[in-house]
């Protein structure tokens, strides 16, 4: 009987034990406190600069590491395990601008603000008002040849663009986007941004696409609204201030001389309403056919 008991004495200590709740103290949950908010912190930053594309590219390549593990591939394990110094290194010179921005940012924030959680509703588009003052005011500057660029942000952060310009964070309308292009006026260089139904920045400076198959006719403004498209999934409005032609790029492809119906249909697929993609592929295919 005593074996018995020992033996079962010996089996809770060594497998039930364990499932004893440990004791909590306030430090612990003050520390798990601290920890969410400054990992949701860091998440934010990332997402909201460069460093989330970059992020995408490491985890693609862990994950090849992760197969060569799992089918035992020891070349590629060799490789991974000897430029795992180099790449740590490589990764904080990639980084610098982002994280001395953070640090700047961080420096400059009050403390409290730090455990402030951003608000903004997720996949937030904007509202049919928003589409038909945005064709309005583009054909209106066609008519009077005036030149604009209109970027129209979707889920991709233009955060490192929009700093680049002179803030606005004004409603939009046909009549402020005429004013804001008009010539000789200080905010008439460079491209707008807009997110749902304002306009964030105006002045900003956009990346010029490089595609060699773009038409030598193009000038500086096309190939910012195609360079801009090309490595974010904003839809760009272009008016040309030579011909007074309106043109969209997205996903790194410009269509040309679209009518104002086209650029409703566009804006509308955008907006993420409940339209098909083949109906934008279908305009899209029909402009390059022309």
């Known amino acids: ?69 799992m089918l035992s591939m020891t070349t590629i394990l060799w ?46 588009r904007f509202s049919d008002e928003t589409i038909n003052e945005i064709v309005r005011g583009a054909f209106e500057m066609g008519r009077a040849k005036t030149g604009a660029l209109i970027v129209i942000a979707q889920s991709e952060s233009l955060t490192d663009y929009e700093k680049t310009g002179i803030y606005l964070d004004a409603e939009i309308s046909s009549q402020l986007l005429i004013n804001i292009f008009e010539h000789n006026t200080p905010l008439h260089d460079g491209a707008v941004i807009v997110k749902g139904n304002r306009i964030v920045s105006a002045t900003c400076y956009l990346p010029l696409s490089e595609n060699m198959e773009l038409s030598k006719e193009l000038g500086t403004r096309h190939r910012a609204g195609v360079g801009i498209s090309e ?31 086209q650029l409703k249909e566009m804006l509308r697929f955008v907006q993420g309403k409940t339209y098909e993609e083949k109906k934008m592929l279908r305009i899209l295919n029909r402009k390059a056919g022309k």
């Open 231 to 261: 490595v974010t999934d904003s839809m760009t409005v272009i008016v040309s201030e030579e011909t007074g032609r309106v043109s969209v790029a997205y996903e790194g492809k410009l269509t040309r001389n679209v009518d104002p119906e």
């Open 79 to 124: 490789i991974a395990k000897n430029i795992f110094g180099v790449a740590v290194t490589a990764m904080v010179v990639v980084f610098q601008p982002e994280l001395r921005k953070a640090l700047e940012q961080l420096g400059r924030r009050k403390v409290f603000s730090i455990f402030q959680f951003d608000n903004r509703i997720a996949g937030e």
């Open 1 to 69: 009987m005593p074996e018995i008991i020992e033996s079962i004495t010996s089996f809770i200590e060594r497998y039930v034990t364990w499932l004893s709740i440990p004791s909590i103290k306030w430090t612990d949950i003050l520390e798990v406190l601290i920890i969410s908010v400054l990992l949701y912190r860091v998440l934010a930053w990332i997402k909201e600069s460069k460093a989330w594309s970059l992020l995408k590219g490491i985890l693609v390549i862990l994950v090849f590491v992760i197969v060569a593990a």
